[in-house]
RNA sequence: GCCCGGGUGGUGGAAUGGCAGACACGGCCGCCUUAAAAGCGGCUGCCGAAAGGCGUGCGGGUUCGAUCCCCGCCCCGGGCACCA
C-alpha cells in the first residue's frame, strides 16, 4: 500500500458549501452520505505505510472475522462491527497507525445452494450481495481502509490457496487417504466434525451418515503438541474459554502403548491405554469395527458374523452411533492374543465403541476398571479381573468399575505397589522388553479439507495413471474453476467438477500424457486461515502475501469475532501459521496476539438466523434510528462478550442521547469568554478518565456510560452554571465529540463541525486527561461502625491516618453514634475510609 | 458424565476486598404548551408513617469489613461427549 494523506483544504472547501442551511432539527440519516463522501475524500481511515514517512508512529492492526456475503449485513454484523471499530477508532486517535482490514469470505455452500435454487451462477449471487454489505458497511460508519478489500472467491485470491496448498503437500502437510467420513445425503457433501451438530448436518439438519471415500487431509495432528503449548502465549489474552475449549478439542492424553502378540501374525496388535497399571486385569482385546485392522485379523470362521456386523455398524447413522447409552454390541474375530505381562491367552473381538481414528484403533480392556469394557464384558460373556484395589465393591457384583487409586492385586511381580507407582514401574518393564512405551494420544484429528463441492478452491493436483498424484506447477497457477460446462447437482457424491469434462481433462505436467485434473474443492476454512496475511497489499502478485506488509503489520493485534469459531477457524488459522512458520515464511508462530469474542444479537431470548427468521431487521432499524443510534444501542446493551437481547434494549434512547450531544455542538458560541469553571474542568478530566480506562480494559458500556455523564454535566454548566461561553464548556464538548467519534462517528464529525472545526474529528485526538485536575482538595470520608456506614465527613485529600482517626473519633455525630460502646479497634484506610469496631 | 461461564432493582447493566445498584430503559410527578410531542427538572432496591431495618441464588467460612476470596449446595447458559 503507498499513500500520503493528501491535505484536508482543497476537499473540506468543497464541502462546506451548502451547510449554511443546515437543520436544526438532529436528523441521522440527513448526515451519513456527506460524511461519507468526506473520509473518503480525506483517506482518512488509510494506513499509513513506510514511504510515507510513519515509520516511527506505532502501528495497530485490528481485523474482525471476515463476513461471509449472505445477502445483506445482518444485527450480528452491526454487533461485530460496531465493537470493532470502536476499538479500531480508539487506537487510531491515541496515536496508532491503524490498519483496519475488510475482505470477503466468499467462497461456500450457500452460495452453490441459492444457485441451484435460482438456477444461476454462484458468482451473481456471490458478488452481488458482496456488493450490498461493502455499501452497508460505510453506511454504516466501519473505519476501514478499503484498500484491503479482496474476496476469496478471486482467482487472484484462491490462487494462493493452491499455491499454498501445494507447498503443504511438498512437506507432506497435505495427503490423500480413505476415510470413514461424515456425508450428508441431501447436500450431497462430505462434512467435517465441526460441520456435524448432534449428528446432523450443521446446515440443513439432515443426519448424517457414515461412508468410505479418499479424500484430502491436512497433517493438523503433526502440530497438535505445539497447538497446545503456543497456548501459553494467549493466556490472558484470549478468552479463558475459547483456550480451555481447544485445549478440550486437542484432547491429549497420556498413558502407554503396548503391544500384544496375536496367534498367527508376525507384527503385534497394539493399543493405546491411560491406564498401564491395570494391564493384568487386560481379559480381551477389541478392535475397531471399521478399521482395516479388524477385517485383518477376522479368522476365516468368524468372516460372516464379523461381515454383517461391520455392515450393521457403517449403514447406522452418526446419532446412533454416537449414543453412548446404547447397549455395548461387537462381535469375536476368533483369534487370540497374549497378554504380555500375564501371558495370559485372551480373546480379540470387533466393536463399534471403540474408534478407528483415535488411539491405534484397538484396546486393551479392563472390565474391571473401565465402565465401557465391563459393559461390554457383561454383553458378551467375557471375563472379569480386578487388578486394582480401590476399597469400592467388587465390579462384578456390582456392574460398576472401580477407576479410583489403590494398590494392585493379581499383578505378579507388581502386586503391592500404589496403583500410579506400578503403573510407572509397568511401563519400564515393558520398554525394558520391548513389548511398550510411554504414549501421548490426542483427541484432535487431521483436518479434512476436500468437499465435493463446485464453489470452492479447486485443488491443484493433476493424477495421471502414469505419473500419480502430480501438482500443478506454479506457474500454471491459479487452476480456475471452470465458468460454463458443470452440473452443481451430481449423483452419489461425486463432485460437480467431474461433470466439466474439459475442464477435467489435461496433460500431466510431468511425463505429458494424458491425465485428470482433482475435481475436489477445498473447505474454506481454508480460505479464511490466511487472509489476514494478505490484508497489507491485497494485489500483491509474487506470493500469497506480501513478506514486507506482512513484516509492518503481523501479527494481528486485535482480533474479533464470534465464539462459534473457537475450535474451528481458529485452530485452522494457528496450524497454517505453524506451517508457515516451520517452511520459513513467516517469522511469528501465533496468528492473533488478542482476541476478543463478541456475544450475539438475540430477540426475545431467541437466536436470530436465516432458517428462524431474522427477527429484527438490520436496515430497517438503521432507517428508524440512524446507524450511530444503532451502534451505540450495540455497544451500551453490555459487555462485549454478553449477548444482547434486542427486546431488551433501545435505540430511542441513544437517539436521545445524541441529539442531546447534537444540540450542545450548537449551543455553544463561536468564541469563549470569561475564566474557564475550575469545578467543570475537573468534572471534565475525571469523565476523560474514567472513559480512557475503560476503553483500555474494553469495557466499552463503560466508557459510554462515563460520555453520558459528561453530556449531562455540560448541558447542565451550560444552562444553569457559567454558561455555554464557558471555556470549560468548550473544552469538555470538544472532548465530548473527539470521544464520541469512537461509537457515533456521523454525529462525532456533524458537532466537530458544528463546534467550528474542520474535518475529521478522528484526526483531532483523544483527549487528555490532565493529570493535576484529578486531584481533589477535599474527599468524602465514609464513617463505619461495626461495618455499617453511618456518616460521611469532608476531609482533606491529603490527610494521615492518625490525624483523620483524631478528627472522627472527636467528631460529635460518631461520639453520639458510638455512646456508651467500647471502642475495640479503629482501621483507618486515610483518607476514604474509616471503621470503629466496637465490641458489644 | 467431564470441562468452562454465569446468578446484583421491574429491565439491560455498574461496582473486583472499603459508600451496592454508576449509566441507561421503563415507571411516577412537575415545568413548558391552547393541546400533544419533543425538551427540561425531580423521584424511583425492598419493608416501614417515620426512626430504622433488610438486601447481590442458598448455607457456611476467612476478614475490622465480602457482590468480590475460600468450602458445600441449588439453578441457568455454553462446550465436549463410547477418545481407551
Known amino acids: 500500500m503507498t499513500n500520503c494523506p493528501p491535505p484536508y483544504s482543497t476537499v473540506w472547501r468543497s464541502l462546506m458549501i451548502n451547510d449554511e442551511a443546515r437543520s436544526e432539527v438532529y436528523d441521522p440519516n440527513a448526515i451519513i452520505d456527506k460524511w461519507m463522501t468526506v473520509w473518503d475524500e480525506l483517506r482518512t481511515f488509510e494506513a499509513r505505510d513506510l514511504t510515507s514517512g510513519y515509520e516511527e508512529q506505532p502501528r495497530s492492526y485490528v481485523v474482525s472475522m471476515f463476513p461471509y456475503p449472505s445477502g445483506d449485513l445482518h444485527m450480528g454484523h452491526a454487533e461485530v462491527y460496531s465493537i470493532s471499530d470502536a476499538l479500531a477508532r480508539y487506537l487510531r486517535m491515541r496515536g496508532a497507525n491503524l490498519l483496519n482490514g475488510i475482505g470477503w469470505d466468499s467462497f461456500g455452500l450457500p452460495a452453490e445452494n441459492a444457485a441451484l435454487k435460482r438456477n444461476l451462477d454462484p458468482r451473481e449471487w456471490t458478488y452481488t450481495n458482496i456488493e450490498t454489505q461493502a455499501e452497508s ?36 502437510l497435505a495427503y490423500r487417504k480413505e476415510a ?67 485445549r478440550n478439542w486437542i ?42 485392522l479388524a477385517d485383518e485379523l477376522c479368522s476365516p470362521e468368524q468372516r460372516e458374523a464379523f ?277 520459513g515464511m513467516l517469522s511469528f508462530n501465533e496468528p492473533f496476539e488478542r482476541l476478543t469474542n463478541q456475544g450475539q444479537v438475540i430477540m426475545n431470548g431467541k437466536a436470530m438466523s436465516k432458517s428462524l427468521g431474522n427477527l429484527v431487521n438490520l436496515q430497517e432499524q438503521i432507517s428508524r434510528y440512524g446507524p450511530d443510534a444503532v451502534r451505540v444501542t450495540m455497544v451500551f446493551a453490555g459487555p462485549v462478550e454478553e449477548d444482547i437481547d434486542w427486546a431488551d434494549v433501545s435505540p430511542t434512547g441513544a437517539v436521545k442521547w445524541l441529539s442531546r450531544v447534537w444540540r450542545l455542538t450548537g449551543d455553544l458560541p463561536d468564541q469563549t469568554a470569561g475564566e474557564a469553571d475550575p469545578g467543570l ?59 464520541l467519534s469512537c461509537f457515533a462517528p456521523f454525529t462525532a464529525e456533524e458537532g466537530w463541525q458544528r463546534l467550528g472545526h474542520t474535518p475529521s474529528v478522528s484526526d483531532a485526538g483523544w483527549p487528555e486527561a490532565d493529570p493535576a485536575l484529578l486531584v481533589e482538595e477535599t474527599i468524602t470520608c465514609v464513617v463505619q461502625v461495626n461495618g455499617k456506614v453511618r456518616e460521611r465527613l469532608d476531609v482533606p485529600t491529603g490527610i494521615g491516618e492518625s490525624e483523620l482517626r483524631e478528627f472522627v473519633l472527636t467528631s460529635d455525630r460518631i461520639r453520639a453514634l458510638i455512646g456508651t460502646a467500647t471502642v475495640d479497634r479503629v482501621i483507618v484506610r486515610a483518607p476514604k475510609l474509616v471503621n470503629i469496631v466496637s465490641a458489644r
Open 180 to 246: 470413514a467420513v461424515n456425508w450428508c445425503p441431501t447436500d450431497q457433501t462430505v462434512l467435517a466434525n465441526e460441520q456435524v451438530v448432534a449428528g446432523a448436518c450443521e446446515r440443513c439438519g439432515t443426519r448424517v451418515i457414515q461412508r468410505p471415500l479418499t479424500q484430502w487431509f491436512f497433517r493438523t495432528t503433526a502440530y497438535a503438541q505445539r497447538l497446545l503449548d503456543d497456548m501459553a502465549q494467549l493466556e490472558g489474552k484470549w478468552p479463558h474459554e475459547v483456550l480451555a475449549m481447544q
Open 307 to 583: 461381515e454383517a456386523y461391520r455392515k450393521e455398524t457403517v449403514t447406522s447413522t452418526a446419532i446412533e452411533r454416537l449414543a453412548n447409552d446404547r447397549p455395548k454390541t461387537g462381535v469375536p474375530l476368533g483369534v487370540s492374543a497374549v497378554n504380555p505381562v500375564s501371558g495370559a491367552r485372551i480373546p480379540v473381538y470387533a466393536a463399534d465403541y471403540v474408534l478407528a481414528e483415535y488411539g491405534t484403533g484397538a484396546i486393551m480392556a479392563v472390565p474391571a476398571h473401565d465402565q465401557r469394557d465391563l459393559e461390554f464384558a457383561r454383553a458378551l460373556g467375557a471375563p472379569v479381573r480386578v487388578v486394582v484395589d480401590t476399597g469400592a465393591p467388587d465390579p462384578t457384583e456390582t456392574g460398576v468399575a472401580t477407576t479410583g487409586a489403590g494398590r494392585l492385586v493379581n499383578s505378579g511381580d507388581f502386586t503391592g505397589m500404589d496403583n500410579s507407582e506400578g503403573g510407572a514401574a509397568i511401563i519400564e518393564w515393558l520398554s525394558g522388553s520391548g513389548l511398550g512405551e510411554r504414549a501421548v494420544t490426542y483427541r484432535l484429528r487431521d483436518w479434512l479439507l476436500s468437499r465435493q463441492r463446485y464453489w470452492g478452491t479447486p485443488i491443484p493436483i493433476v493424477h495421471c495413471d502414469a505419473c500419480g498424484l502430480v501438482p500443478v506447477p506454479d506457474d500454471q497457477l491459479p487452476v480456475r474453476l471452470p465458468e460454463t460446462g458443470y452440473t452443481l447437482r451430481q449423483e452419489g457424491g461425486r463432485s460437480p467438477l467431474e461433470s466439466a469434462e474439459e475442464w477435467v481433462a489435461t496433460s500431466c505436467p510431468s511425463c505429458g500424457g494424458s491425465a485428470r485434473r482433482d475435481t475436489d474443492t477445498m473447505d474454506t476454512f481454508v480460505d479464511s486461515s490466511w487472509y489476514f496475511l494478505r490484508y497489507p497489499n491485497p494485489g500483491y502478485t509474487d506470493g500469497p502475501f506480501d513478506p514486507a506488509g506482512v513484516a509492518r503489520w503481523l501479527p494481528v493485534n486485535e482480533y474479533i469475532g464470534g465464539r462459534e469459531h473457537s475450535t474451528g477457524h481458529l485452530m485452522y488459522a494457528r496450524f497454517l501459521v505453524k506451517a508457515l512458520y516451520d517452511l
Open 681 to 739: 474542568r475537573r468534572a471534565v478530566h475525571l469523565l476523560i478518565a474514567g472513559a480512557t480506562a475503560a476503553m483500555d480494559d474494553r469495557r466499552f458500556n463503560v466508557a459510554i456510560a462515563r460520555l453520558m455523564e459528561l453530556t449531562s454535566a455540560l448541558r447542565k454548566a451550560t444552562d444553569r452554571g457559567p454558561g455555554a461561553a464557558n471555556p470549560a464548556v468548550r473544552e469538555g464538548t470538544e472532548a465530548l465529540v473527539r470521544m
Open 251 to 292: 484432547g491429549r492424553s497420556s498413558g502407554a502403548h503396548v503391544d500384544f502378540a496375536v496367534e498367527g501374525r508376525d507384527r503385534p496388535v497394539r493399543v493405546f491405554t491411560t491406564r498401564p497399571d491395570t494391564l493384568f486385569g487386560a481379559t480381551f482385546l477389541v478392535v475397531a469395527v471399521d478399521s482395516p
Open 137 to 172: 458497511f460505510r453506511r454504516l460508519g466501519v473505519s476501514f481502509d478499503w484498500r484491503t478489500r479482496f474476496h476469496t472467491s478471486d482467482p487472484e485470491y484462491y490462487r494462493w490457496n493452491q499455491w499454498l496448498f501445494l507447498r503443504l503437500f511438498a512437506a507432506g
